[in-house]
């Protein structure tokens, strides 16, 4: 399922008409439409009873911009089904946007009840409340009197227990970013437009935007993307794209032989895991390669499936890989660098590197934060230092390190920043963090949209790399692996989480790979 930034939408709602002669004008009335079977779906419109009164009614907020028209278009269509609907209006009407304008004549045209808000009072008798101040049209911080009115609206809601209901995005919401303005609040739906917004899947966004309903907008907008860097959600239905049946006569040989280089004196925990869960997702063999010292401690502790080796014989240890994943456990002691660099000269084949190998790398590039400011995104990153093609798993903080800038910033850029880095880099960034996102070298990004708070436990980590490596050293490519393996590390611990909440492993999580990949083969 694509994902709309604020600049793709309002791309749309300039090229569509232009290119697909599809007016506005009509993408309006089909949002508007979107909103009242949005509505439907969730209530008995006819009989709008709020315990309170039988005089209830759907109440339409509207600002003067094209969010608030499509709240009129809504009103209007209830009109003619016969469900009761009143307007307010907010802000400056002689200020308002030409198809605001338009809508509001239709509907003054059809004796809706319309009143400024400051004259609207009759809050109890309120079943539903549309929110349409606005939507990505927001600038800037929200202005005092916007504040206000939200304020009241949650106010009158908590006292009178009607549903509130955004149009688009909740007013105050950064549609690209997820950040929220002082004053923004929860809502229990959302009806956004075409495609999912992306500040609805980013939080703080995600939190307030409530259950989100994807209306469309009655005209291929995807045609004139062009080639415009697209966003798109991971679910169900890409990984059951990606996943392939394994022919029969498959044998370990076919299946991939995976090496996970990790491991020092203080950490064995996390080579284990990664090694485990590569053998989980299914690779054929799978080699853990570990300083000498502490090998027999790891040879103890493995699942038999795995072999130890020493990383001292690093160049025999490399031979006949499909796979090389590098970070879990290793340490950031003074000869890691050399170490990690040795690896990287000396093995030409699909990588994977997390954690410690990617502290050893330190800054790989810069950001300009003036650009970052202005959306400047071409000159928003140079690179400093060359990566061979490879999958990196950074969390937020060893991100924050590879690209020198505090992850506050990181946070409020997320998606851009991980775009711009795998695109400059030529890598598969898989940026670990809530949501986790997978940015491809052509600027494509996938967010997660599965996963819960259980998954904040030490070794998680470990846990995807393994299955990523496991998915590599099994021919997939090293986009889908990415994919792929944020997409069923998630969901096998959204299995666990339904009966476990957040008291599982990430030990749990990896022996539970295998039903997700049935669920997702539909076995
Ligand atoms: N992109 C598209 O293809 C379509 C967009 N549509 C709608 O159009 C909306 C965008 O419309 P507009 O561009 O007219 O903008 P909006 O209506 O979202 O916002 C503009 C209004 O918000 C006010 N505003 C902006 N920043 C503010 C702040 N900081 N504090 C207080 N008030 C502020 C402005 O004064 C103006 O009244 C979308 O969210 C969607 O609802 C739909 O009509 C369907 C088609
Ligand atoms: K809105």
């Known amino acids: 399922m694509n994902i709309l930034t604020t600049e793709d939408a309002r791309f749309i709602d300039r090229e569509v008409p232009k290119q697909l002669g599809v007016s506005l004008e009509i993408l309006m009335e089909n949002a508007g439409r979107g909103i009242v079977d949005a509505l439907w779906g969730q209530y008995d419109l006819f009989s709008l009873d709020n315990a309170r009164s039988i005089n ?7 600002g003067t911009g094209n969010n608030g028209a499509d709240g009129l278009v809504a009103a209007r269509h209830l009109m003619e089904q016969g469900v009761p609907v009143q307007i307010v209006l ?21 004796g809706c009840i319309i009143d400024m808000y400051d004259e609207f009072n009759d809050w109890s008798n309120v079943a539903v409340a549309v929110e349409g101040i606005m939507g990505t049209g927001l600038t800037g911080k929200l202005r005092d009197l916007t504040v206000d009115v939200l304020h009241d609206i949650d106010t009158m809601r908590s006292q009178y227990n009607f549903d509130l209901w955004a149009i688009d995005v909740p007013a105050g919401l950064d549609a690209t970013t997820g950040q929220i303005a002082e004053g923004t609040l929860a809502y229990d739906y959302t009806v956004t437009f075409g495609a999912i917004k992306q500040g ?11 259950i989100a309903v994807v209306a469309p907008l009655g005209a291929p907008w995807q045609k004139v993307l062009g080639d415009r860097d697209i966003t798109v959600t991971i679910d169900s239905n890409l990984a059951e794209k990606l996943i392939n049946y394994r022919i029969p006569m498959a044998h370990k040989g076919v299946n991939g032989n995976a090496l996970i280089i990790g491991g020092s004196n203080d ?5 284990i895991l990664a090694a485990e869960a590569a053998v989980h997702s ?34 025999a240890m490399l031979e006949g890989r499909q796979v090389v994943a590098m970070g879990p456990g290793l340490g950031r002691t003074s000869d890691i660098p050399d170490f990690v660099d040795s690896i990287l000269d000396s093995y ?11 502290y050893a790398l330190g800054h790989v590039g810069s950001v300009d934060k003036d650009a970052l400011r202005d959306g400047e995104i071409e000159s928003i990153y140079a690179v400093e230092r060359d990566l061979p093609y ?16 505090p992850i506050k910033w990181i946070e409020r850029h997320y998606i851009t920043l991980a775009r711009e880095f795998a ?18 070298p052509d600027g494509t990004v996938y967010v997660n949209t599965i996963g819960n708070a259980g998954m904040g436990s030490g070794g998680m980590g470990d846990v995807l790399t393994g299955v990523i490596a496991g998915f590599i050293s099994q021919g997939y490519s090293l986009q889908d692996s990415a994919v792929l393996g944020v997409y069923v590390h998630s969901r096998s611990a959204d299995i666990l989480n339904d009966t476990k909440a957040w008291g599982y492993t990430p030990s749990d999580v990896s022996t539970s790979l295998g039903c997700v990949i049935s669920e997702l083969l539909g076995e």
């Open 56 to 62: 209830s009614f759907v109440l339409f907020i509207c």
């Open 267 to 271: 950490m064995i925990g996390a080579p």
């Open 282 to 315: 299914g690779a054929g063999k799978v080699t853990l390669g570990v300083p000498e010292v502490i090998k027999p401690v790891v040879q103890g502790r493995i699942i038999p499936e795995v072999m130890v080796t020493s990383t001292e014989a690093h160049k």
């Open 90 to 110: 907010v802000g400056d009407t002689s200020k308002c946007s030409d198809l605001f304008a338009l809508q509001l004549e239709r509907c003054e045209a059809m």
């Open 423 to 440: 695109k400059k880099h030529q890598v598969v960034l898989v940026l670990k963090g809530i949501p986790s996102v997978v940015a491809l």
């Open 200 to 210: 609805l899947l980013l939080y703080p966004g995600k939190a307030v935007g409530g």
């Open 390 to 405: 490879c999958v990196m798993t950074p969390h937020l903080g060893e991100f924050s390190r590879l690209i020198d800038l």
């Open 348 to 358: 030409e084949g699909p990588l994977v590197l997390d954690a410690d190998a990617l």
